[in-house]
């Protein structure tokens, strides 16, 4: 392989199942905990430099962010530097939901947020 290549999130739940791959959330913890793919590791894109890098395995590796961008450019960057096999997740965690796949929540962290604002009482 001689460049980062995207997964859809059918396949990527797929290499889950096989366990065959090694998944790398680079968004912040506040948005991990708000909903993230159970078998993600959480490696901020902020810290990715400084992060000691997990060995993969032989599996495959995966980045997932919210929509795409910010893991595309960790994916350059662990291909550059350390993985042979690494693959952005199309779509981020957008594509993820919309697929209808399996996320995990914190309750208090899903509980908070911009739109906790706009519920009701009573």
Known sequence: ???????DARTLNDWIGKDDVLLIDVR???????????A???MPLSGLGSAEL???GGKNVAVVCASGARSAMAAERL???HYDSVYNLHGG???WQMAGLNVARHESAASGGLFSMFRRSG
Request: hydrophobic share 50%; glycine share 4%.
């Open 79 to 81: 291909f550059a530097h």
């Open 1 to 7: 392989m001689t460049a980062v290549q995207t997964v």
């Open 40 to 42: 993600a590791i959480l």
């Open 28 to 38: 912040e913890p506040n948005e991990h905990a708000r909903a993230h793919i159970p």
């Open 93 to 95: 965690m957008m594509g």
């Open 54 to 56: 997990p060995d993969a």
